[in-house]
């Protein structure tokens, strides 16, 4: 029988006298999903930094097109890494997963 709150199957006793708990596939497949999506977010809003740190490096260079270009494009990655992903999708799934 699972268990709803943990996602785990029954306990099956193990031949040394040991407990051994079972993940369920669905178990299994939340977990790799939040992975995914937490690796998504942070590559996303890694990626938009780096374009920022690049705009503000080419307006005080004094390539303002190519700055101001590099700064849309930053202000994109950090949108969908932080907010898109991570505040919207990322968050409540893990709030769904650790409220009991």
Known sequence: MADPHTGTETLSRLGSGGWLMKP???LVSVAVELLALLVATSLLSTLG???ELLAIGAI??????LGLWLCLCGGVALYFGVYAMGITE???RVRRLTTP
């Open 24 to 26: 369920s596939v669905e």
């Open 49 to 51: 930094l780096y374009l």
């Open 60 to 65: 005080t260079t004094g390539q303002i097109t």
């Open 90 to 92: 990322l968050l409540p």
